[in-house]
């Protein structure tokens, strides 16, 4: 040695360096997370101006990251990717993430956590999804992950004067610090049988190699550890606690960018072997995963009284459907689970967004039954909430509805026609506990009891939201066009 | 027609707003403009369509799916959406003064302009796949109706029930859609007739057929799911009557028969509809003989009629064809006035019990009128169009002698139902619970215009309907026809039996006080609702239960499971695939490594049955530094005195917070430490099984054999892990050193705080 070792390293440092513009937004938000810690430490009004810069920054971002979409590469020794899905999952991170800031603005005010430190808790969580999606690595997977989850389990416990939030934040770290420990372990045993954690070659070469039982355990340690991050059935006990536990706008950016993120890891770990036989062996794995989630989270949500509980159960029931595209394992599954994860997202701001309005300062106002007769009283809120209903259900034509349409598409041209026929039914179950909600709020007894203060932030973010939800449902075929063209 | 369809969502969107600032006559005299102008400009359209080519239309959505609004009218389009815009018209008018005395009507007119929207859209696409988002939509808006009177817990139980079975039903027509897209690779209808061979032989044919007649079933409700529609008469009248019999429940019939022609080429199509259809005629007609509700003998009767319709499709044979056309339009002008004739006679007496009503003819002629042809044409007498539908019929099904006395039965008791709703409460002696007189005008104009198209079909039906039915045939079979529609057949078989069956019928009627009062055993399984019940309820229960038993909150049980699932995956993986047989034990260990390992098992044991927290932490601490001492054993001093100063730390720090903890408050039962035990041994076991099966398996990794080459050579150092940390991998031991620094910093900050509160 190898001087020719040393050479290539450097002339891969040399053009990474050079492709600054590329990765330009990851460097930009850990900046931003460094000026926000500045800011929060030194001047007395960080919580009026922490909101806006960050809103600002992660719009910039998304922006940015929708502008460089086609700027495709892999830099740093084969570590970090740029361009395609990387960025669309990049958009669907920071732009959900401002939405996010936009329901937090009032809601952290109200509920006694208006602290400048969740802007950058929500910052770190935000730039450990970004890692994700560029991650061409398992260990830069496993590092986004570790950053976002770190971050999540200090936002579920970051109202430390009530006990639920404690708990949520107990329960949430204990389990999944255990699940990421089951990751790590796959991610060893997949090291020493494939010689290598390239994403591209990882997998291909596990198969490849004689003796490769330690390997495929390995690869069945990392899929139950994604489960878990994800909420796949049986996986899945931390979500109804922690979202209900959590403070409202902490769980929505776990409930969505937080599913998106582990999807992300998902997808691009599995997108180079899409097709192949080495999928073969874990699709019944991902398809009973995706049957119980769908079936249970479906079911269970019925009985639900809680309206956190209730999107938990219902976010359950998504990740199965979602784990449909994935076993079916074709390019539309693909796109469609990317499609699912930013309609999916959307739908689901909107409707925490509503349900943080909705709640009280004292946590109060949370139960479905509160809901009643919104509709009379906030004619506004109450069709918003519908809106979201109709497109979680999976009505057309809103978003929900063709996320669903591709998934199953996927899963017929995989001869998965049984699993897509299962997730019709489960949509027909869903469709219940969702309406139920526009039936009280439309035709329930009685006077609506809550009296929201309905501001100007939180009604911008769900708004968008709902017009996203609008856009993709309408004009699904200019996103998927996006998609499919990586 | 894009443009009509929309123009139906808007003024839906608008009604409300329209409402605020008219009251329920004008709003509802405003809004019947839309239908009225769309069926004036179909019937504009007319012409064109029947002539022999369908007027098309096209509008991209998602090309690149296939999925595209496109348009089509041919005469079975034609029909049902001339029927859907001009009876929506009439309801519109009747609704303007029914609905007087409602709340929220602004909601009302909204709901039932998007209904009449979602419905043209689902007769006029050619294309599934928007064709199967209308029909979601009329399911939708039919929910909606149904709960207008969402005040009564009945009301709100029938609009879920109605949702639940058509929403069902709607979404198994998307999973046959997508199947039949799967083997054909296109969603447009017309291109389906490419596929007639691939239809007639695919196996995933038959679950496509399967799946979509479902649809059509549930949609137009057929046995056994027709339960719905007569729990669907909770809502207002003219709902009924322009949804539950004119239009939506028909959109089954209206799908069948669209599809038919490139679908009966799989055998199963006819035979599943032929039966269902032969089924729901006469169990729903036999159902409606116990009715003591105008509405409802109108609902079993339309259930019954559109169980003929169905199987008129199902016997795809010639004559049938025909006669579907002739008896859709039929049913749809009789029933519809008769629903409406029955709301009006609610509104004047505040009673729909045939039993307590009658001789209402002199107060409410125009009413009456209306009623009692209507009822003739359902009765299917001279000159009613009814009675050349009911010919037709009797014609289509001579063939074959369980068809011909089921329809025959059918008819008879339809001749009941008819007398029973439509003359029944105006002729005889006058029986009224209250005071009555004629209804507004709005509202026997409908039932008016409505019979005396009943009439004026029957007396000229080749002017009227000729040119539709034979288009309408053609739609059907893909065939022409030159087959002349005629009142007047002369005398044959076909007339005897309509006689027979009028005599019968009169008979029954003449026989209702018994009939109504025979004891009949109410079985509660044989009915299908009784199903859904116990299917709707069972979910529920389901669903409570686990939370109760498996969502129990605690976190114990949580580790639990999910230790058992992530372990029990790989540990299948390991048995079945013999990765036990790479495990080597290896030599026995010398004497030093036995005396560590009781060591540790007896720590071990002592942990788990410690009752503090202090025991436990320091006995960890024990195991710890065991373990140090084997990595010294095994020649690794260097991790030893890392694990060393890791235990020391960790043991320190518990201590700390354990010290403001208090003492275990519960220890848990026997039965769940044996539980876990056995839980945890088994995964441990497992664990240490893959961990020796894992060395015996030659783990690649360029890193090692780098670094072994190299560390001598680029370095000068032997010891690679050093070298590795400070020489290799310098900058991360760097990045290491700093975190390690300020997570110092951040434990000083919190003591720091720490203090502050003991103070």
């Known amino acids: 040695m190898d001087s020719t070792a040393i050479n290539n390293f450097n002339s891969d440092l040399a053009v990474s360096l050079s492709a600054f513009w590329s990765y330009f937004p990851i460097v930009f938000l850990a900046g931003v997370i460094l000026i926000s810690i500045a800011i929060e430490m030194y001047s007395k009004s960080s919580k009026k101006i922490l909101p806006w810069f960050t809103v600002t920054a992660l719009l910039a971002c998304a922006y940015y990251s929708l502008l460089t979409v086609t700027d495709t590469g892999v830099y740093f020794s084969g570590m970090f990717a740029t361009g395609g899905l990387t960025n669309i999952f990049n958009f669907i991170f920071t732009f959900g993430g401002a939405i996010v800031v936009l329901l937090s603005v009032d809601y952290i005010k109200k509920s006694g956590i208006y602290y400048g430190e969740f802007y950058i808790l929500l910052q770190s969580a935000v730039l450990g999804m970004m890692m994700i999606a560029g991650a061409k690595d398992m260990i830069m997977i496993f590092i986004g992950l570790e950053q976002m989850s770190i971050t999540f389990y200090v936002m579920a416990g970051l109202n430390r004067k009530r006990a639920s939030s404690n708990e949520a934040a107990l329960k949430y770290f204990l389990l999944g610090a255990f699940a990421t420990g089951f990751i790590v372990y796959g991610i060893g045993l997949m090291y020493g049988t494939a010689g290598t954690l390239n994403i591209d070659f990882v997998f291909s070469n596990i198969f490849a190699a004689e003796k490769n039982l330690p390997g495929i355990i390995g690869i069945l340690l990392f899929l139950v550890g994604f489960s878990?991050?994800?909420?796949?059935?049986?996986?899945?006990?931390?979500?109804?606690?922690?979202?209900?536990?959590?403070?409202?706008?902490?769980?929505?950016?776990?409930?969505?960018?937080?599913?998106?993120?582990?999807?992300?890891a998902l997808i691009l770990a599995f997108r180079p072997v899409l097709g192949t036989e080495t999928l073969a062996v874990i699709t019944p794995v991902l398809a009973v995963f995706a049957l119980l989630s769908m079936f249970y989270g479906s079911i269970v949500a019925i009985a639900q009284t809680d309206i956190k509980r209730m999107l938990a159960y219902s976010s359950i029931a998504n990740a199965g459907y979602m784990l449909i595209g994935l076993a079916a394992g074709n390019d539309y599954g693909i796109e469609g689970v990317v499609y699912y994860l930013a309609a999916y997202s959307f739908m689901n701001l909107g409707a925490f967004g509503i349900v943080a309005l909705i709640e009280s300062a004292d946590e109060k106002n949370l139960l479905i039954s509160d809901y009643n007769g919104l509709g009379t009283k906030y004619p506004v809120l109450a069709a918003l909430l519908s809106l979201f209903m109709f497109a979680l259900s999976g009505i057309p034509p809103f978003a929900g509805f063709f996320g669903k349409y591709y998934i199953f598409i996927a899963a017929i041209e995989s001869n998965l026609t049984w699993l897509a026929i299962a997730?019709?039914?489960?949509?027909v179950i869903s469709v219940y506990f969702y309406l139920r909600i526009v039936v009280l709020m439309y035709f329930g007894k009685g006077e609506s009891q809550v009296t929201p203060e309905i501001t100007n932030a939180s009604l911008i973010g769900i708004v968008i939201s709902a017009l996203l939800v609008i856009v993709m449902g309408v004009f699904p075929g200019s996103v998927i066009n996006l998609i499919s063209n990586f | 027609m894009l443009v009509s369809v929309l123009a139906g969502f808007a003024s839906g969107a608008l009604a409300p707003l329209i409402r605020k600032y008219f009251s329920v006559q004008v709003t509802g005299l405003i809004l019947a403009i839309i239908p009225a102008s769309i069926f004036i400009y179909l019937s504009s359209l007319a012409g064109t369509a029947l002539s022999g080519t369908?007027?098309?239309?096209?509008?991209n959505w998602v090309p690149a799916l296939g999925i595209n609004f496109e348009f089509y009218l041919d005469g079975l389009s034609l029909m049902m959406s001339m029927l859907i815009s001009g009876i929506g018209t009439l309801i519109f008018l009747y609704s303007s003064s029914y609905l007087a005395k409602y709340e929220d009507t602004?909601?009302?007119?909204?709901?039932?302009?998007m209904f009449m929207a979602a419905m043209l859209g689902v007769v006029l696409s050619s294309n599934l796949m928007t064709l199967f988002i209308f029909w979601e939509l009329t399911s939708l808006t039919s929910f909606l109706l149904i709960g207008f009177k969402h005040k009564y817990e009945k009301s709100r139980y029938s609009a879920l029930q109605a949702l639940l079975v058509t929403g069902t039903g709607g979404i198994a027509f998307l999973a046959g859609i997508l199947i039949l897209y799967s083997i054909t690779g296109t969603y447009s209808i017309p291109e389906l007739a490419g596929f007639k061979d691939v239809i007639a032989r695919d196996e995933l044919a038959i679950p496509a057929v399967i799946l979509i007649l479902l649809g059509a079933f549930t949609k137009s409700a057929q046995f056994p799911f027709h339960f719905w529609l007569p729990n669907a008469m909770e809502a207002?009248?003219?709902?009924?009557?322009?949804?539950?019999?004119?239009t939506m429940v028909k959109a089954g019939i209206f799908l069948m028969a669209r599809l038919n022609p490139y679908l009966s080429a799989n055998f199963v199509w006819s035979e599943v509809i032929t039966y269902t259809g032969l089924v729901t005629m006469i169990f729903a007609a036999l159902i409606s003989l116990k009715q003591n509700d105008l509405k409802k003998i109108?609902?079993?009767?339309?259930?019954?009629?559109?169980?003929?319709?169905?199987?008129?499709?199902?016997?795809?044979?010639?004559?049938?064809?025909?006669?579907?056309?002739?008896?859709?339009?039929?049913?749809?002008?009789?029933?519809?006035?008769?629903f409406l004739t029955s709301g009006s006679v609610d509104y004047a007496t505040g009673s729909r019990d045939p039993f307590k009503l009658g001789g209402l003819l002199k107060k409410m002629p125009a009413t009456g009128t209306a009623a009692l042809i209507s009822a003739v044409s359902m009765i299917g007498i001279l000159p009613a169009f009814g009675f050349i539908a009911k010919e037709m019929f009797y014609t289509s099904v001579t063939f074959n002698n369980l068809f011909m006395t089921t329809g025959f039965l059918t008819a008879v008791i339809l001749t009941y139902a008819a007398l029973m709703a439509g003359v029944k409460p105006f002729l005889g002696k006058f029986q009224s619970p209250k005071e009555t007189s004629e209804t507004p005008v709005l509202m026997w104009i409908g039932p008016g215009v409505l019979a005396t198209l009943s009439l004026l079909f029957g007396l000229f039906p080749e002017i009227f309907a000729g040119g539709l039915i034979r288009d309408n045939y053609k739609a059907l079979s893909g065939l022409s026809t030159s087959y002349i529609l005629k009142l007047w057949h002369g005398v044959n078989f076909e007339l005897i039996l309509s006689l027979i069956t009028i005599l019968c019928g009169i008979g029954l009627y003449l026989l209702r006080n018994k009939i109504f009062n025979m004891k009949i055993p109410d079985i509660k399984f044989i009915k299908p609702s009784f199903y859904y019940d116990v299917l709707f309820n069972g979910v529920l229960t389901v669903s409570k239960l686990q939370t109760k038993f498996l969502q129990n909150g605690s976190l114990r049980y949580y580790f639990v499971i999910i230790i058992l699932f992530s372990l029990g995956l790989p540990a299948f993986v390991f048995f079945t695939g013999e990765g036990y047989k790479n495990v080597y034990l290896g030599e026995i260990p010398g004497i030093y490594e036995i005396v560590l390992g009781i060591i540790v098992l007896i720590s071990v044991i002592v942990a788990v049955s410690a009752k503090s927290r202090f025991l436990v932490i320091a006995i960890l601490g024990v195991i710890g530094y065991m373990i140090s001492l084997l990595y010294i054993l095994l020649g690794a001093?260097?991790?030893?005195?890392?694990?060393?100063?890791?235990?020391?730390?960790?043991?320190?720090?518990?201590?700390?917070?354990?010290?403001?903890?208090?003492?275990?408050?519960?220890?848990s039962a026997v039965k769940h430490r044996i539980r876990d035990s056995l839980i945890a041994i088994s995964s441990g076991v497992f664990i240490t099984l893959l961990m020796i099966s894992v060395y015996s398996v030659e783990m690649k990794s360029e890193m090692k054999e780098y670094f072994g080459d190299n560390s001598y050579i680029l370095a000068n150092g032997r010891n690679i892990v050093n070298v590795i940390l400070v020489d290799f991998r310098a900058l991360d031991t760097l990045g290491e050193i700093t975190v390690l620094g300020i997570a110092a910093a951040g434990v000083f900050g919190l003591m720091k705080v720490l203090k502050k509160d003991s103070k």
């Open chain 1, 228 to 264: 878990f991050k994800i909420g796949a059935v049986p996986f899945h006990m931390w979500v109804p606690d922690v979202y209900q536990g959590a403070p409202t706008s902490s769980t929505a950016l776990m409930a969505t960018g937080g599913k998106v993120a582990a999807f992300t």
């Open chain 2, 236 to 246: 207002p009248t003219p709902v009924s009557a322009y949804l539950h019999s004119a």
């Open chain 2, 298 to 338: 109108l609902a079993y009767t339309t259930v019954s009629v559109l169980g003929i319709l169905t199987f008129l499709i199902g016997l795809n044979s010639d004559y049938s064809l025909k006669t579907l056309g002739v008896f859709l339009l039929a049913h749809s002008l009789y029933k519809a006035a008769l």
């Open chain 2, 106 to 113: 602004g909601k009302f007119f909204a709901y039932l302009s």
């Open chain 2, 54 to 59: 369908p007027v098309i239309e096209k509008v």
């Open chain 2, 637 to 667: 001093p260097d991790l030893a005195m890392t694990q060393f100063a890791v235990e020391t730390l960790t043991v320190v720090l518990f201590v700390l917070v354990i010290y403001k903890l208090p003492k275990f408050l519960t220890i």
């Open chain 1, 423 to 427: 997730g019709v039914i489960a949509s």
